[in-house]
């Protein structure tokens, strides 16, 4: 297993000695970044913590923020130029969408009704 030498102040150096033998497994998981900026995750579940009406969940959409990054993507992946983390990204969106999808799919009846 390779072995890596890092330089660090006596206090993180107590810090690091506390944690013993989890450091590696702490170290892979702040080098896992989420697919999705924060904000985005934020977005969507502020909408459903919102308790929102049947109207308001047929009326959701991505903000422009998301659809022009949507847009951009969909360009890229179409190209065949979308980087590893550019591909999770894009599956993340579509993850969500599908979601939003299935939402909207049990708010049907609401909007057949109105018709």
Avoid: C, W
């Avoid at 072995?3 to 000695?17: C, M």
């Avoid at 969500?96 to 049990?106: N, Q």
């Amino acid at each position: 297993m390779p072995r890596i030498t890092l330089e660090v102040s006596e206090e993180l150096s107590e810090q690091l000695a506390q944690l013993g033998d989890r450091l590696p497994e702490l170290l892979a998981l702040t080098l896992q970044q989420p697919a999705l900026p924060a904000h985005i995750y934020r977005y969507v579940l502020d909408f459903l913590a919102s308790n929102p009406t049947p109207q308001k969940i047929a009326d959701f959409k991505p903000t422009s923020e998301m659809q022009e990054r949507l847009r951009t993507l969909l360009t890229r992946s179409k190209a065949g130029e979308l980087t590893p983390s550019e591909l999770k990204e894009l599956d993340e969106y579509e993850r969500i969408e599908h979601l939003v999808v299935m939402i909207k799919a049990g708010n049907l009846s609401y909007l057949t009704d109105r018709l």
